[in-house]
C-alpha cells in the first residue's frame, strides 16, 4: 500500500520554463513533507521541506506546495535548468517519536536546453 | 571528504551466500539508516538507529541483521541471500527528529 504517490513518472521540460513535480498522499497522520533529488550512482539529497501547518515554503528557484484538503504537494522549479535534470523523489514523515521517512517512486525530471 | 560513505558499491554474489555492507557517516548524527530501493524504484525504510539503539525494524526478514557498533556506523549483514534481495541499498543518517537525511551512494546488491 503505497502511502506516497508520484503519478508521473516523467516530466520533461525546456530550460527556461517552469517544472512542476507533483505528489499526492493517502495518510492524514503525515505531519513533515520533504522533496529530494537524486542524480545517476548517487544517493538522495535534501531539497525543501515544508510543515503541515504551512502552505507554502519557497527557497530560490524552489517553491514547495501544500494542500492538506486534498493531500497533495508539488515541487516548482522556476526557472528551470539542465543541471535541474535528476529524479525527484517526494517523501512524508509519519511522526511515531522518531522520524520514518516514506517516499513516492519519485518522477524524472528532463530539462533540455 | 564523503559524509555518509558505503562499501561496497557494487556486490555480486550467488543464493544462498552471506555478505554485509558497511556504512560510516562522519557528521555526527545520533540516527543512522538502511534504505532498499527495490526494481519498482520504491525506497522503502528497512532499519533506523538512535544512539546504537534499534528504533525501526520495517517487517524485514530475520536474514538481515544491521549491527551498529557505535554512532558512526551501521552495518549490513545479510544472510542466505535470495534472488529478490537485488536491490540498491542506501545507508542515510540524521539528527534525531529532523527529515532531512544524508544518503550514502548506494551499494547495489546483484543476487544471482
Known amino acids: 500500500d503505497q502511502q506516497v504517490k508520484q503519478n508521473s513518472p516523467s516530466l520533461s521540460v525546456q530550460e527556461g520554463r517552469i517544472s512542476i513535480l507533483n505528489c499526492d498522499y493517502t495518510n492524514s497522520m503525515f505531519d513533515y513533507f520533504l522533496w529530494y533529488k537524486k542524480y545517476p550512482a548517487e544517493g538522495p539529497t535534501f531539497l525543501i521541506s515544508?510543515?503541515?501547518?504551512?502552505d507554502k515554503n519557497e527557497d530560490g528557484r524552489f517553491t514547495v506546495f501544500l494542500n492538506k484538503s486534498a493531500k497533495h504537494l508539488s515541487l516548482h522549479i522556476v526557472p528551470s535548468q539542465p543541471g535541474d535534470s535528476a529524479v525527484y523523489f517526494c517523501a512524508a514523515i509519519l511522526n511515531t517519536g522518531f522520524q520514518k521517512l516514506v517516499f513516492g517512486t519519485g518522477t524524472r525530471l528532463l530539462v533540455s536546453p | 571528504d564523503t559524509a555518509v560513505s558505503q562499501t561496497p558499491k557494487y556486490l555480486v554474489t550467488q543464493m544462498g551466500n552471506d555478505k554485509s555492507i558497511k556504512c560510516e557517516q562522519n557528521?555526527?548524527?545520533?540516527?543512522m539508516y538502511w534504505y532498499k530501493q527495490d526494481s519498482k524504484k520504491f525506497l522503502k525504510i528497512m532499519f533506523s538507529?538512535?544512539?546504537?539503539?534499534?528504533?525501526i525494524n520495517e517487517t524485514v526478514p530475520n536474514r538481515f541483521s544491521p549491527k551498529s557498533p557505535d554512532k558512526a556506523h551501521l552495518n549490513l549483514h545479510i544472510n542466505s541471500l535470495e534472488l529478490g534481495d537485488s536491490a540498491v541499498y542506501f545507508c542515510?543518517?540524521?539528527?534525531?527528529?529532523?527529515?532531512?537525511?544524508?544518503f550514502g551512494e548506494g551499494s547495489r546488491l546483484t543476487v544471482l
Open positions: 538507529y538512535n544512539n546504537k539503539e534499534l528504533i
Open positions: 542515510a543518517s540524521s539528527h534525531q527528529r529532523t527529515g532531512e537525511l544524508f
Open positions: 515544508i510543515s503541515s501547518i504551512k
Open positions: 557528521l555526527g548524527h545520533d540516527t
